[in-house]
């Protein structure tokens, strides 16, 4: 039996080269303490980074790291040892009546956090399982030390059913120091070079303000003198003096091309520097416009952009990842975030390891949800409950931008929305009048041959759908009225990331250079997207899209007025969401003259949002019945909660497609060495996803195939991508089904 116990071990080394266990253990306890601190959980953390690996004091343990290393040739065992289970067991039997807590974080903290019971991985399985004594274990290490306290929540024990979901997301934080002190501590053992890689946040949110000052100084005295600039002016002014306000949830409700993208980043910066919050997160609702936003800050801070702009979502481009990047999207240890709100919430409810690291970056923080009416129906109530937790309990900021209505606000019929909501534009309603830049019309009933006529008449036009199918049909009907059109443009999901990334850069190109400019696109242009056209044509859906589509139109008012024409196809029958908003819209319209009138849009709102029937409408998966009171059960399934938190359905595939010559050569690499995480990330801007019928379809055409080598999809048939509608599905049995991504 060995007279020293370790935590790792170096392959090829001695054990005089082995990190002792109990500088490990006091490592990750002063890491994980400093991190809870920030919760005011210093005692929290470091009984878990204490503790977390007390199985390893066991002599099984110790015997199979010497097996593992060759120093014990004749022990027979050589299967891993579970050492986790022993810590857990230690603190729910000592600490009480909290221990529960500190066993959910300790067992969890390799293989994610666990329900609470039902099967032998749940913490009531581990809290049972017969483990291997760790007497060895020195008293200091056992030791509790002063009494663990109640955690450091503003519990309401009136409201028990809020009560259990706030210290199961204190449990979560709690995780997240946890693993993420216990990752950098072994790294900095086991990867001396990555570690030293890891970047420093010494960027202080005061020189990034600094530098976005200096930015928008140089834009006010080189902006044209317009009505439209005057307004965003107005906008960037409301929200610097009301950066001053106390932390809490704020509304920015600003019409599209208001400038609120980077007044919002001004509130935040001032906000966080008056309050000495650390971080910024900006989540936005889609990927193919994040990078855009991404690459707008970064224009903005300039040189200092590499050391403070975290770009983290599944399209990030690889040319703009760095070595110091992907460390720092590990944990999210950069002062300014970018990411999806998928990214966010799904972490918020994650269960895994990999996805909480990040969590307790969170605290402290200011976090913009641009288009927050986005947030899915089904999900709005662990949303709405998740975002109050955080400024309740975790010192957050909450800014809420929209173009159109503050929709999460808790009114008469929507008993779950936020309360004390500051609405930083004094009068939305006002700005939104002087913002006026389009006329909206409606068009009624219209087949895609009506619709062909009336483009005809267009020199420049930007035409929205709900479908990709079409939008792929209405484009090959105008390209068959004029076969060299190099002014007629399709945009779409169906387009890997890279394509749609070019075709955008055309289209602002001629629009800048005031050349004709058509372009058919599915919804993906209406958000983040800035392009300025004359007229916008735009398929009937919600009114929250029509208005997002209205500021593609007339987008700096260099026009006296836009003109912004709502149709209804009569050649595409929709299903699911898309049918549910659409005949939400008609049912409005009918008492509105102007479909963008604000009254609408509330009307709109009341319908969709805030009068679903109930409030198993707004959690339709039950996540908040995976935290059930009374309290003092702690029975918490975390793991069920992160399988029923789904934001986006993983009922698609994605295929690899081999757009041009790099695309090419990464999918040959794919071919020969495998999959890489690196590979795979450079391999994200060529991909497409498609249902699974779709799948099938061209799998059954041969179009595509399925490697037998690594598993993934690739685009076979050179012909089933084409140059302007990206991979091709207007073919029979693909447009009757086609309904909602974009």
């Not at 004390?420 to 895609?448: C, F, K, W, Y």
């Not at 169906?494 to 058919?520: A, T, Y």
């Not at 081999?658 to 794919?670: F, G, Q, S, W």
């Not at 012909?719 to 990206?726: K, N, R, S, T, V």
Request: charged share 25%.
């Amino acid at each position: 039996m060995s007279l020293k116990h370790y935590a790792h071990t170096i392959a090829g080394c001695l054990p005089e080269s082995w990190e002792p266990l109990d500088v490990h253990l006091r490592e990750v306890e002063r890491r994980a303490g400093e991190m809870a601190q920030e919760m005011s959980a210093r005692q929290w953390g470091e009984l878990v980074g204490r503790w977390h690996d007390l199985g390893k004091y066991s002599a099984e343990f110790q015997d199979y790291l010497r097996a593992e290393n060759g120093l014990e040739a004749h022990l027979e065992q050589h299967s891993r040892v579970d050492h986790s289970t022993a810590g857990a067991q230690h603190a729910d039997s000592v600490v009480k009546p909290w221990g529960k807590l500190l066993a959910y974080v300790i067992a969890g903290h390799h293989a994610g956090l666990t329900d609470a019971a039902g099967s032998p991985s749940s913490l009531e399985g581990r809290l049972a399982k017969n483990i291997a004594p760790f007497d060895e274990a020195p008293t200091e290490i056992r030791d509790v030390g002063d009494p663990l306290t109640i955690p450091p929540l503003a519990i309401n024990q009136a409201d028990e059913a809020r009560a259990s979901f706030q210290v199961a997301l204190f449990t979560r934080m709690l995780f997240s120091c946890l693993v993420d002190a216990d990752f950098l501590a072994t790294e900095a053992f086991m990867d001396i070079a990555r570690s030293a890689e890891r970047p420093e946040t010494k960027v202080l949110l005061p020189a990034i303000k600094q530098s976005l000052d200096d930015y928008l100084s140089k834009l006010s005295r080189s902006s044209e003198d317009t009505d439209v600039n005057q307004r965003r002016t107005e906008v960037l002014a409301a929200c610097r003096e009301s950066a001053t306000s106390p932390p809490g949830f704020f509304s920015l409700t600003v019409p599209t091309g208001g400038g609120k993208t980077l007044a919002s980043l001004a509130f935040a910066l001032d906000h966080a520097n008056l309050h000495v919050l650390k971080r910024v997160v900006y989540a936005i609702p889609f990927t193919s416009i994040i990078e855009q936003t991404a690459e707008q800050f970064r224009r903005v801070l300039g040189d200092l952009a590499e050391d403070v702009v975290l770009e983290h979502h599944s399209n990030l481009d690889p040319k703009r990842e760095t070595r110091r990047s992907r460390l720092a999207a590990e944990n999210w240890d950069a002062p300014l975030v970018v990411t999806t709100n998928v990214q966010l919430f799904e972490s918020l409810f994650a269960a895994r390891t990999s996805r909480c690291r990040k969590l307790h970056n969170l605290i402290g923080s200011v976090i913009i949800l641009d288009e927050a009416q986005t947030l899915p129906v089904e999900l709005l109530q662990p949303c709405l409950a998740v975002l109050r937790e955080l400024v309740t309990d975790y010192r957050c900021t909450i800014v809420l931008c929209t173009a159109t209505q503050p929709v999460l606000n808790r009114r008469e019929g929507f008993a779950i929305g936020l309360e004390n909501v500051q609405e930083i534009i004094p009068d939305p309603r006002q700005l939104d009048e002087n913002m006026q830049r389009v006329r909206a019309h409606s068009l009624g009933a219209q087949t895609d041959s009506q619709l062909v006529e009336r483009f005809e008449e267009q020199s420049s036009f930007l035409c929205i759908v709900n479908t990709r199918a079409h939008a792929s049909s209405l484009y090959r009907m105008l390209q068959a009225q004029q076969a060299e059109a190099d002014d007629l443009f399709h945009l779409s999901t169906l387009m890997c990331g890279e394509h749609r990334s070019r075709q955008i850069i055309e289209i602002r190109e001629r629009l800048k250079d005031k050349r004709c400019c058509r372009v058919i696109s599915t919804q993906l242009i209406e958000a983040g997207v800035d392009v300025d056209f004359p007229i916008v044509f735009r398929a009937m859906t919600g009114l929250d899209s029509i208005a997002q589509a209205a500021g593609r139109c007339n987008r700096e008012g260099r026009l006296k007025s836009g003109d912004v024409f709502v149709f209804e196809p009569t050649d595409v029958k929709l299903h699911g969401y898309l049918s549910q908003v659409t005949s939400t819209a008609r049912e409005v319209l009918p008492d509105f003259d102007d479909l963008l009138d604000p009254a609408a849009i509330q009307r709109y709102f009341e319908l969709h949002y805030w009068k679903q029937g109930g409030e198993h409408q707004w959690d339709k998966p039950d996540v908040m019945g995976c935290f059930p009171k009374p309290l003092q059960k702690f029975a918490f399934d975390f793991r069920t909660a992160a399988e029923r938190f789904r934001m986006i359905e993983d009922a698609s595939h994605s295929i690899f497609v081999p757009y041009d010559e790099m695309a090419t050569k990464l999918i040959d690499e794919l071919d020969q060495a495998g999959s890489s995480r690196g590979l795979l990330r450079q391999l994200q801007r060529y991909s497409v996803n498609v249902f699974e019928y779709m799948f099938n379809e061209l799998l059954r055409a041969g179009d595509v195939q399925v490697s037998t080598e690594h598993g993934y999809a690739l685009l076979t048939n050179p012909d089933a991508y084409d140059e302007q509608l990206g991979l091709r599905i207007d073919r029979p049995g693909f447009m009757e089904a086609e309904t909602l991504i974009a």
